[in-house]
């Protein structure tokens, strides 16, 4: 059975402000772990800015589960293609947290209105709906994943990097802004 996440915090750490003599320790505790999850996020969001900004293309290929940080790695990359297997959650908010790091890749995916939604829910979506909703380009049976995934390395190994690089900054400098 899920358990309230800060419960299970306190009952491993302990209260931030408990009088007995351990309290200090459990706070220094306290603060490690949180500094760790800082850590961590940061690094996720470094990563997840890099893959976006790549010059390159950049393709996701979703076989399985993409959960929280799985999410946003297939939402950072310029083209993401799923097997009808894969399955796709914001699951943060399961753990008392936020998907801070993923957000604005997977709001540049599937708009505000569906991030709304699945934010708050960590509602599990399937490859049809992740195509729906525009998480993914394509979805495609297990079996034939690495062979679509090949047919579009095919298409872009055919075109000019630097054009494919101007073609990614434009789209950068054009997004949501008016047309003049």
């Given at each position: 059975?899920?358990q309230?996440?800060?419960?299970?915090?306190?009952?491993l750490?302990g209260?931030?402000?408990?009088?007995d003599?351990?309290?200090?320790g459990?706070?220094?505790?306290?603060?490690s772990?949180?500094d760790?999850?800082?850590?961590?996020?940061?690094?996720?969001?470094?990563?997840?800015?890099?893959?976006?900004?790549?010059?390159?293309?950049?393709?996701?290929?979703?076989?399985?589960?993409?959960?929280?940080?799985?999410?946003?790695?297939a939402?950072?990359?310029?083209?993401?293609?799923?097997s009808?297997?894969?399955?796709?959650?914001?699951?943060?908010?399961k753990?008392g947290?936020?998907?801070s790091?993923i957000s604005?890749?997977?709001?540049?995916?599937?708009?505000?209105?569906?991030?709304?939604?699945?934010?708050?829910?960590?509602?599990?979506?399937?490859?049809?709906?992740?195509?729906?909703?525009?998480?993914?380009?394509?979805?495609?049976?297990?079996?034939?994943?690495?062979?679509?995934?090949?047919?579009?390395?095919?298409?872009?190994?055919?075109?000019?990097?630097?054009?494919?690089?101007?073609?990614?900054?434009l789209?950068?400098?054009?997004?949501?802004?008016?047309?003049?």
């Amino acid at each position: 059975a899920e358990q309230n996440p800060r419960a299970v915090f306190e009952r491993l750490f302990g209260s931030a402000d408990a009088a007995d003599g351990d309290a200090a320790g459990r706070r220094q505790l306290r603060q490690s772990v949180l500094d760790f999850v800082l850590d961590d996020a940061r690094a996720l969001a470094h990563m997840l800015r890099t893959l976006a900004e790549m010059r390159k293309p950049t393709i996701a290929r979703v076989q399985g589960a993409a959960l929280g940080g799985g999410m946003g790695l297939a939402a950072a990359c310029d083209i993401a293609v799923a097997s009808t297997k894969a399955v796709f959650a914001t699951s943060e908010v399961k753990f008392g947290i936020i998907p801070s790091a993923i957000s604005p890749y997977v709001l540049r995916a599937i708009g505000a209105r569906q991030a709304t939604r699945y934010f708050q829910t960590a509602e599990r979506i399937d490859a049809h709906h992740a195509y729906k909703i525009s998480l993914v380009h394509e979805t495609v049976e297990p079996e034939q994943l690495d062979a679509r995934v090949q047919e579009i390395v095919s298409a872009l190994l055919q075109g000019s990097p630097l054009a494919q690089a101007a073609a990614k900054d434009l789209i950068r400098a054009v997004d949501g802004q008016p047309v003049n």
